[in-house]
C-alpha cells in the first residue's frame, strides 16, 4: 500500500479532486464508507454511507477548526489518499473503512475511546484506492501535530499490507551479485598469499594493506614476504579480509591469520550480557546493570543519544529526507520511553539484596530459637521426678526435631 498525504483549507476544496469534474472518460461518484463526526453526530442525523457531499460541502469537518478561530492552522483539512496493489483482489468497503480508521488511530488523529479526537470520514471514488479526509483540530481545541504522520501512515499501510499477503519484497542474494571468491592461506614457508585476485580493484586494496604483487605464468597473485613476523602477517592478512569483505567480495581468510578481534560495542554488549546471567547475587546484578541503565553514561542512554544525532544530522544533509529521519527519531522516542519505564529499577535491584540478606537472617534467628527449645526440653526430660506430661515435647518442636510419637 502506497499512501499520499495532502493538505487543504476546507473539506470544499477538495470536492473538484473527489469528484473529477474534469475527468474526460466521465465524473466519478464519490461514497462514504465510514466516518466518525465525534460530538456533531449527537446533535445532527449525519450520513455515515452514501454521497459524501453533504459531509465536504457542509463543513461538518471544518467545525472544530472555525471553533477556534484564528488560533487555527492555514491549512486545517488533512487527507490522506491510499493505494493498494493492483495485482491483488480488490477490499469491500468495510475492509477499505477499517483502514480508514487504523490510520487515523495510528497517527493519533483520533486514538481509539478518546472523545475529542479529530473528526474524519473515508471516502472511495475508485477501485483499489480510499481517502481519509479530516481535521487537525481536535474537539476540545488543541491542535494535532502532524510532524511524524507521514511516518507512522506509510508503517500502519505496511503493517496492513503485511496482514492482507500483499507485501511481496525480492531478496537479493549473493548469488544476483557474483564477486570473486578471493583466499588468503599461510603456505607452509612462512609466507602469506592471495588468490583469486584476477580484478583490479581488489588488487588495489591488496597492495594498499601491503601485499606485493606478482604476475608471472601462474596468473595474479599477492605475496607477503617470508621475513614477516606472523603477529605482524596476521594482523595485514585480517586487515586485507576486512577491506575486501566492504567492498562485497567473498574472501576465505586461513583460521591462523585472523587476529584478536577488536572489541566493537556489539561485543561490549555481549560482554555485559554475559555479566548479568553470570551475577551471583543481586548486589553484583545491580553493577552490571548499572552499566546498562545509568541515566548519564549507560550504554541505553547513548544508544538513544546516537539515535537522535542521526535523524538530527539526516535532515540536516536532506531536509526532504523526512520519513528516514522521522524512523530514527521514533527509534528514539520509544528509548526514552524504555529509560522511563526502568527509572529506579537498579536501585530496586540493591533493594532487593537487603531483603533477601534479611530473610536469611531472620530463618537463621528462627533455627537458633528452635534449638534453643530443644535443649530446654531436653533438659527438663532428665530431671529426676519430672512428671511425665512435661517430658512431652510441643508439636511444632517436635516436627522439627524429627521426633514421631509412638503408640503402644
Do not use: I
Given at each position: 500500500m502506497i499512501a499520499h498525504l495532502q493538505?487543504?483549507?476546507?473539506?470544499?476544496a477538495l470536492i473538484p479532486a473527489l469528484y473529477s469534474l474534469d475527468e474526460p472518460?466521465?465524473?466519478l461518484r464519490p461514497r462514504l464508507i465510514g466516518a466518525d463526526y465525534r460530538g456533531a453526530d449527537k446533535q445532527l442525523q449525519l450520513p455515515l454511507f452514501g454521497d459524501p457531499?453533504?459531509?465536504l460541502g457542509g463543513g461538518v469537518l471544518d467545525a472544530p477548526a472555525l471553533r477556534i478561530g484564528a488560533r487555527a492552522p492555514?491549512?486545517?483539512v488533512w487527507m490522506c489518499s491510499v493505494r493498494s496493489d493492483p495485482r491483488h483482489p480488490d477490499l469491500s468497503d468495510a475492509q477499505w473503512a477499517d483502514v480508514a480508521r487504523r490510520l487515523v488511530t495510528a497517527t493519533g488523529l483520533a486514538p481509539a475511546g478518546d472523545p475529542d479526537g479529530c473528526r474524519w470520514a473515508a471516502i472511495r471514488n475508485g477501485d483499489w484506492s480510499v481517502h481519509v479526509v479530516a481535521t487537525v483540530v481536535r474537539e476540545d481545541g488543541y491542535i494535532h501535530g502532524t510532524y511524524r504522520d507521514p511516518f507512522h501512515v506509510q508503517a500502519e499501510c505496511t503493517r496492513i499490507a503485511a496482514e492482507l499477503g500483499h507485501l511481496t519484497r525480492t531478496v537479493t542474494t549473493a548469488k544476483d551479485h557474483r564477486?570473486?571468491?578471493i583466499t588468503i592461506s599461510a603456505e607452509p614457508s612462512g609466507s602469506v598469499v592471495a588468490t583469486g585476485?584476477?580484478?583490479?580493484l581488489s588488487a588495489t586494496l591488496l597492495r594498499h594493506a601491503g601485499f606485493k604483487q606478482i604476475d608471472d605464468w601462474h596468473g595474479r597473485r599477492h605475496r607477503l614476504p617470508t621475513t614477516t613476523p606472523r603477529p605482524d602477517a596476521a594482523a595485514i592478512a585480517t586487515h586485507a579480509a576486512e577491506m575486501l569483505r566492504a567492498a562485497r567480495y567473498n574472501v576465505d581468510l586461513d583460521p591462523r591469520l585472523e587476529a584478536e578481534p577488536v572489541n566493537t560495542?556489539?561485543?561490549?554488549i555481549l560482554h555485559l550480557t554475559d555479566q548479568l546471567r553470570g551475577s551471583s547475587d543481586f548486589a553484583e546484578l545491580a553493577g552490571a546493570l548499572d552499566q546498562l541503565?545509568?541515566?548519564?553514561?549507560?550504554m541505553l542512554v547513548r544508544l538513544q543519544e546516537s539515535l537522535e544525532a542521526t535523524s538530527e544530522h539526516i535532515t540536516d544533509l536532506d531536509p526532504d529526507q523526512f520519513e528516514l529521519s522521522d524512523r530514527f527519531g521514533s527509534a528514539s522516542d520509544q528509548l526514552v520511553a524504555v529509560q522511563a519505564e526502568l527509572d529506579g529499577a537498579v536501585e530496586e535491584v540493591r533493594r532487593a539484596t537487603s531483603g533477601a540478606a534479611g530473610t536469611a537472617e531472620a530463618r537463621t534467628a528462627d533455627d537458633l530459637r528452635t534449638r534453643a527449645a530443644l535443649a530446654r526440653s531436653t533438659t527438663a526430660t532428665a530431671a529426676p521426678g519430672a512428671p511425665a506430661s512435661s517430658t512431652r515435647l510441643p508439636p511444632a518442636l517436635a516436627a522439627a526435631a524429627g521426633l514421631t510419637s509412638r503408640t503402644r
Open positions: 493538505r487543504a483549507t476546507t473539506t470544499a472518460h466521465g465524473r457531499q453533504e459531509v492555514e491549512n486545517p564477486m570473486p571468491v585476485t584476477s580484478d583490479d560495542a556489539g561485543q561490549q541503565l545509568d541515566p548519564d553514561d549507560g
